[in-house]
């Protein structure tokens, strides 16, 4: 799968572009501020229907205006397929496959695979659980439409459930609803656990080779899910929680308190190291390094295609060894590169198939 074009209407700071892009390399170069990431991100929202920020649609829409459109053009198979989306400020965004309007965002996920690396992404492990899991779940949530059904209901639950306790002492008729809430809370929140627990199992055979690799064969990295319940004891740690929970006005236990740990072992060390609190700098940044670069190939194994490589400016993170090993793996998918210089590009053996240069919300192909 590949992307042949980008069309943006009142999409941030772009009043109205359209990119035909290589299916090879392509590199967007400007300064500051003037929008490469955006081009990213709007990409990103093609992809998943959501922002790689987080941000909300009516924060995309460029300022005054009331609605964004972004059109793409795939390519797969030699076919072509157009992805067309409607943002509104204050309505779900309409999205259109073909000319088709489909029902369910959650319809268009699998068309359009995307790994988006920023250099945030290299303080994975370094930062907190609930980016850690962010990151799972953007990964589960592209592959598996089962996966997003069931987070998007179980965090429903999980905002109607502290609703309910914060106003418990107001109504405390309403405790009933809690015993349907957790019945619910523990449906949805299974498959969540059992499907984060078989994307760590799969994780692992793939992270191991690349950061033996990326660190010269000098470490060995394991991930560990660190369910906050177990699955066998959900329903009755749920139950026994309901009092704290009360006081608390909050749901304590299930899997939106999960996290993951990154353990490593030198290859002379007797005992593996938790980085997340023992690793030096170095350590985490590959080992998180080594975490996007297996997405790569959780997506071309899950889904038998290459995805669209998305790297938003981290080459110039990075020293020139993991430069390279990048550039390596990147191989025949088509990537999309924003820097702000293309220094870094010229000790690089490193083939350009298209250059854009991003100035104040214009893109000009300049080869
Ligand atoms: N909703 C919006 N409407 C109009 N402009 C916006 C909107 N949201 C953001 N912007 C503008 O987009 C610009 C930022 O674009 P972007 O983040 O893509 O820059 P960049 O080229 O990636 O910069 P950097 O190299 O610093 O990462 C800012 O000038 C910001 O004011
Ligand atoms: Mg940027």
Do not use: W
């Not at 300022?63 to 779900?92: C, P, Q, W």
């Not at 704290?244 to 740990?261: E, I, L, M, R």
């Not at 060390?269 to 938790?274: F, G, K, Y």
């Not at 400016?313 to 702000?340: A, F, H, K």
């Amino acid at each position: 799968m590949i992307i042949k074009s980008l069309e943006l209407a009142d999409f941030r700071n772009y009043e109205n572009i359209k990119i035909n892009f290589s299916k090879g390399t392509n590199i967007l170069y400007g300064d500051n501020a003037q929008g490469k990431t955006n081009i990213l991100e709007a990409i990103f929202v093609s992809a998943t229907t959501k922002s790689h920020k987080g941000s909300k649609d009516k924060e995309i829409i460029r300022f005054g205006k009331e609605e964004a459109h972004i059109r793409t053009i795939l390519e797969k198979d030699n076919a072509e397929y157009r992805v067309d989306m409607h943002l509104r400020k204050s309505k779900s965004k309409g999205i259109a496959i073909d000319g088709q309007k489909i029902k369910r965002a959650s319809d268009l996920i699998g068309r359009l695979n995307v790994v988006f690396f920023s250099p945030e992404d290299l303080s994975i492990i370094k930062n907190g659980p609930s980016e850690r899991r962010r990151f799972m779940d953007m990964e589960l949530c592209q592959l598996d439409q089962i996966y997003l059904n069931n987070l998007s209901k179980y965090n429903k639950l999980v905002v109607e459930r502290n609703k309910i306790l914060k106003d418990l002492f107001e109504h405390p008729e309403n405790s009933v609803l809690l015993d349907v809430q957790d019945k619910q809370l523990f449906e949805y929140g299974s498959v969540i656990i059992k499907t984060r627990e078989k994307f760590i199992k799969d994780l692992n055979e793939i992270i191991r080779p690349i950061h033996e690799k990326l660190t010269g064969e000098k470490e060995t990295l394991s991930v560990f899910y660190e369910p906050n319940v177990k699955l066998e004891e959900f329903e009755s740690r749920l139950k026994q929680a309901r009092k704290k929970d009360t006081y608390t006005k909050q749901t304590t236990v299930g899997p939106h308190k999960d996290d993951f740990s990154f353990m490593i072992k030198k290859m002379n060390a007797e005992d593996a190291i938790d980085i997340r609190k023992f690793g030096s700098q170095g350590q985490q940044r590959t080992a998180s390094l080594s975490l996007k670069l297996s997405e790569i190939e959780i997506v071309k194994r899950a889904k038998k295609e290459n995805p669209v490589l998305l790297l938003d400016d981290v080459l110039s993170e990075l020293d020139s060894n993991r430069q390279n090993y990048l550039l390596n793996t990147i191989g025949d998918i088509q990537t999309i590169i924003t820097c702000t210089g293309l220094d870094e590009f010229v000790n690089n053996r490193f083939e350009i198939d298209k250059l854009f240069k991003v100035t104040e919300g214009t893109v000009s192909s300049e080869n």
